[in-house]
Each structure stands twice: as structure tokens, then as C-alpha cells.
């Protein structure tokens, strides 16, 4: 099995200086590593025809409507499944989530904790951020939380790989991109993309209610 992660919005508790209102984490699941190379392979040839060059990298917020939408339609045929959390930050407490490193790996552990009757010897790819120090707790981190000793192991490694050689955390970005749109009210387009992949989704879950 084959995890990708990325997130969308920022881990700012600064609400009132510009940081965004909510954070979200999005895992895309492919339970066959054949389907995610076919997939892969979609998405160079989704550039070729939108007329991209072949450098180009998949942002959502980078792209337009147009690009969008036919990003999410063409691969929405694919095999995978995604499992997104919300942070609602308005309502989040406690000293912790004012230090960057223990927030995200929270919300993480929050999408992975929702995955966990679905992994099975998964390799999780994680979109680069953060120093080495960081990247290896993150990898200890799920990798402890995820493998009970007397059960089978759901996390067999955790990884890091930049996002732009990497088609599927593109996927990744483009997922949690449309459902993020889906809480920005101030947008006339906020339903429109989260609609193409909705039959792809596994859960969406909003922390703190």
C-alpha cells in the first residue's frame, strides 16, 4: 500500500495577523502500487494536454478553475481513496498547538488514526517541510503510534520526497485543496471541486466540532 500526504493552510494560531482559519490534512490511499503508477502516468499526460509544460507542478491554489476541474476529473477514475482532517482553529486549546512541530504532527496523527482500518504495510509519503530533526520525529512518531507489537504492521516506513518530482503528492496537494475550498465560504467555486472526487472519499472529519 501507498499513502501520500499534504496539507493545505498553514499551523498559525495567529488568527487576527492573516493565519489561515483552518488546517487540513489529506491522505490519498492506493492499495496497489500498479494503480498508482498508471495514475502517475495520468497526470504527465494530464500536462501534455492542458498544454503544460512538462516541469510543471500541481497547486491548487496555484491553479485555475479550468485546470482544476480537469485535473480532478481525469483522475477520479483511478483506484484511491482519501481521508482528510479539518482543524477548526477558532476552537482549538492548550499550549501545544502554538508550536508548529507538535501541531502537525497532531493533525497527522488525527488522518492516521481515521486510516487505520484501511492500512495495511503501508509506505507513507509525506510532502518535505521542516529540518531532518523534525522529518525523523514525524517518522518515529507514526510509525510508534500506527505498529502495535502483539497486531499487524500498518506503517512498514515513512518518507519524505518534494512534492514537485513527485506526481502523487501533487494528487495529494490537488484532494486537500478541494476539500479545503469546501469550508472557504467567500468563494463562489467552494463546491465545485470537492464534487468530482466526492465517490473517493473515505472520511472527512472536522476537530473540534
Known amino acids: 500500500m501507498l499513502v501520500f500526504v499534504d496539507e493545505s493552510g498553514d499551523p498559525g494560531m495567529k488568527l487576527e495577523r492573516a493565519s489561515s482559519p483552518y488546517f487540513v490534512v489529506t491522505a490519498v490511499l492506493f492499495e496497489d502500487h ?40 481525469e483522475v477520479a477514475p483511478y483506484q484511491f481513496f482519501y481521508i482528510a482532517v479539518v482543524l477548526n482553529k477558532r476552537k482549538l486549546f492548550g499550549p501545544g498547538f502554538r508550536y508548529k512541530a507538535s501541531f502537525y504532527k497532531y493533525t497527522v496523527n488525527l488522518v492516521f488514526q481515521n486510516a487505520k482500518p484501511y492500512l495495511r504495510d503501508a509506505i507513507v509519503v509525506i ?83
Not at 44 to 57: H, K, N, Q, S
Not at 149 to 168: A, F, I, Q, W
Open 34 to 73: 500498479d494503480e498508482a503508477g498508471a495514475c502517475d502516468q495520468r497526470i504527465d499526460l494530464i500536462r501534455r494536454e492542458l498544454g503544460l509544460p512538462e516541469t510543471v507542478e500541481f497547486h491548487f491554489n496555484k491553479s485555475s478553475r479550468r485546470v482544476r476541474e480537469y485535473f480532478l476529473q
Open 127 to 209: 510532502d518535505r517541510s521542516g529540518g531532518d530533526d523534525f522529518r525523523r520525529q514525524l517518522a518515529a512518531y507514526l510509525t510508534r503510534k500506527m505498529n502495535d507489537k502483539d497486531g499487524p504492521r500498518l506503517v512498514r516506513k515513512v518518507k519524505t520526497e518534494r512534492s514537485h518530482n513527485n506526481n502523487l503528492l501533487q494528487l495529494a496537494d490537488m484532494l486537500c485543496g478541494a476539500v479545503s475550498r469546501t469550508f472557504r465560504a467567500d468563494r463562489t467555486d467552494n463546491q465545485a471541486y470537492r464534487a468530482l472526487i466526492r465517490h473517493r472519499e473515505l472520511n472527512v472529519q472536522v476537530w473540534p466540532r
